[in-house]
């Protein structure tokens, strides 16, 4: 039953052939990135995505556009449909105003490959192909494994020895063949190949496969429906072969074809900076990347050092709708986790984090603007959440026995004990009359750990607790009703035995000339509110501690 006109069209000599079997390269040039072209001709009648609305919201909601010929081959665990969601704390922190995550976590084997292994897998099935080949970093190797099964189609998985265990294992619980490949991504990718050719087995070709770069373009679909008929400014997303952005920008130029959205979002890639051969050629201005052989990152899912043609493909699409590139190191990535799982609730995967720890850089340096409407991609769940993140002390341990001496402990001795708990943390007073706001500072300075922080809601309680308290560090609003923060800080410069604690200024107010000369040698740091708060106030809190 083919209702459907798909055509393959070579993007280095235009050659056109008909989409129905699996075609390596074009049979003109070799070259081996072919792109899927549909009619859209009987999808212009009316507003194609509104006629949706009686569908499923996974991703065959959208099959006119997708490259299977009969519905009836679709394997399907209900991926995609994923929610869109607010993250306002993050935004305030980040001066941005329309800050959106795509939870793609919520897909059915925990990350948005499982739209591209649902697509390839009912492709395979579509083609009679009963035994395939894959490499991995992980997320891939899971999602088709799982696909797979449902399919009955047997999976040889390559995967780098960097892929973490939890992984290889979920990989072989769905019988999949697990092949552990102690070198590279891309020296995987290698022998993977060898391998299928040797036995003449189907290779799934990753960013070289229509149904993977096509499976993405629901993301597009998706957004454009979740943003009620618009594109975002921003679809922002870690980066390892490319696939998701290229398919996505795809989505969206159909769409945009069909006259349903009137442009393409700017695309920001962010790469772990021990691989980032696409961020370093597109800050040096260059259409083609240089490999990175020997990558230097702990994250395996973005460890793709030669990027090809992929990165040809992105710089075209860069050049067109605009974009950025940003990279991350393991360590700004871990920390860019705690963060987001702290202030929204939302545990991501490292290679979810290099994204926001690049998007955190993206708003500081202005790339992105205040109003913008971003998307953030938040490609992979942690589970379980992987040792090295935390570090040791993610665990405070308190040993009722031992504090005690015996098992039943009067009450008293418990609080003393838990008083111990707490006596090592530094404490820090938040004068703050807008509750909110408080709470945002409390959330960013607990991503950090080890602060006991109290909030005080406006100057005269926070005078008071100053003066009860002695807090290791004051962070303070200037307008306050009544007592306002220059009340505060002379009142505490003014006594001998307060003069210590530091004070940082945190306004949303433009200081005028008199009022900064007011404020001379007695604080610690000023920082403007709205701005992004976060590496800034971080900065400033443990400078002023120590
Ligand atoms: C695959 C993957 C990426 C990178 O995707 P590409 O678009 O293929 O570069 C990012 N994050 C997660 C969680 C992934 O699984
Ligand atoms: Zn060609």
Request: net charge negative; hydrophobic share 40%; charged share 20%.
């Amino acid at each position: 039953m083919s209702y459907k006109h798909i055509e393959l069209v070579c993007v280095h000599c235009g050659h056109r052939m008909a989409y129905n079997r699996p075609m390596p390269a074009c049979p003109q040039c070799g070259e081996d990135i072919l792109r899927a072209e549909y009619d859209l001709e009987p999808l212009k009648y009316g507003n194609w995505l509104r006629r949706l609305d009686g569908r499923w919201h996974d991703i065959w909601r959208y099959h006119e556009l997708l490259p299977l010929h009969d519905t009836a081959n679709i394997v399907t665990m209900g991926e995609g449909g994923t929610p869109l969601i607010p993250a306002p704390q993050l935004g305030a922190m980040l001066g941005l105003r329309h800050l959106y995550l795509k939870d793609e976590r919520q897909g059915p084997t925990n990350s948005f490959k499982d739209r591209q292994a649902s697509v390839a897998i009912s492709v395979m099935r579509e083609m009679g192909i009963t035994e395939a080949v894959v490499a991995s970093t992980g997320n891939v190797a899971m999602a088709y494994a799982a696909y797979a099964a449902r399919a009955g189609i047997k999976l040889w998985v390559f995967l780098t020895s960097l892929a973490s265990s939890e992984k290889m294992r979920e990989v072989a619980l769905y019988g999949a063949e697990v092949i552990k490949v102690t070198g590279t991504y891309d020296q995987t990718k290698l022998v993977a190949n060898r391998f299928a050719r040797q036995k003449g087995l189907y290779e799934d070709r990753g960013i070289k496969s229509i149904a993977a770069v096509e499976s993405m373009k629901t993301l597009a679909f998706e957004l454009a429906e979740q943003l009620h008929g618009r594109a975002p400014d921003w679809y922002i997303q870690g980066v390892s072969g490319g696939m998701g952005p290229i398919g996505v920008a795809k989505g969206f130029e159909e769409l945009k074809a069909l006259g349903l959205i009137d442009r393409v979002p700017a695309i920001g890639i962010i790469q772990s900076a021990g691989c980032a051969p696409m961020v370093t050629a597109w800050k040096a201005g260059q259409p083609i990347a240089t490999p990175v052989d020997d990558p230097a990152t702990i994250i395996a899912t973005l460890s793709t050092g030669n990027p090809g043609r992929a990165y040809q493909l992105l710089w075209e699409i860069m050049q067109r709708y605009g974009g950025a590139a940003e990279s991350a190191t393991d360590e700004e990535a871990f920390n860019a986790m705690r963060i987001l799982a702290r202030t929204e609730g939302i545990s991501v995967e490292p290679a979810t984090a290099v994204t926001f720890a690049g998007l955190f850089k993206l708003a500081q340096s202005g790339q992105i603007r205040p109003d913008d409407v971003v998307v953030v991609n938040c490609s992979g769940h942690s589970m379980p959440v992987e040792k090295h993140i935390l570090g040791e002390q993610w665990q405070r341990e308190l040993d009722i026995a031992s504090a005690s001496g015996r098992i039943n402990l009067p009450t008293e001795g418990l609080l003393s004990a838990l008083e111990g708990v707490h006596s090592d943390l530094n404490r820090v007073l938040i004068i703050e009359d807008n509750p909110d706001a408080a709470r945002l500072i409390q959330r960013i300075l607990q991503t950090r750990g080890d602060f006991a922080v109290e909030i005080a809601r406006d100057g005269a309680e926070g005078l008071r607790r100053i003066q009860q308290e002695h807090p290791d560090l004051v962070i303070t609003d200037i307008m306050m009703p009544r007592v306002d923060g220059f009340q505060v800080i002379e009142a505490v410069h003014n006594d001998e035995s307060l003069r210590h604690i530091p004070i940082i200024v945190l306004t949303a107010k433009e200081l005028t000339a008199s009022e900064r000369e007011r404020l001379n040698g007695q604080i610690a740091a000023l920082l403007q509110k709205g701005s992004s708060l976060d590496e800034k106030l971080l900065q400033n809190i443990l400078t002023a501690l120590n």
